[in-house]
């Protein structure tokens, strides 16, 4: 039978009404993210049956960094997790998790270009027809202005 896992609300009010972190994390470390980001896209591609070749070239990111990125050696920015978002098709739900277990900061609808983003991820617009949108609205675009972090 597979392990429930406790909802971000229950944690926070765990960790807020706990009088000690270290017996905290040690009750409740199960239901805290702690994937190397390189392994979570590794089991992504098996879940997904793609390889990280596929969703390298969907998401737009040079070959050999992409691989490192799959491999460990490389830790994506925020831009490129998101680029890896629409490599693999992913939704915005999804989408928050890859970023979460990247130790990014999630996608904000209240951010012109995080909504662009947001409503592209949903409508499972390819990541060409985000860039357009994002250009036509003079914001920054995925991975290719500087860092948008």
Known sequence: MAE????????????FNTTSVKRFIKRHGGDMVDTPFHTYLKEQCAQKGVNPAQVIT???I???FGHHIF????NPSRDKVIQLAFGFEMNYE?????LKVARKSTLYPKIMRDAVVIQGLERKLGLNVVQDALEE?????????????
């Open 62 to 64: 040079e070959r050999t």
């Open 137 to 149: 609205l003079t914001l920054p675009l995925i991975g290719r202005e500087g860092r948008y972090e």
């Open 71 to 74: 491999s460990g050696r490389k």
């Open 94 to 98: 999804q989408t928050q998790e890859l």
């Open 4 to 15: 429930i896992k406790m909802t971000t609300k229950e944690l926070l009010q765990r960790l």
């Open 58 to 60: 969907k998401a737009g």
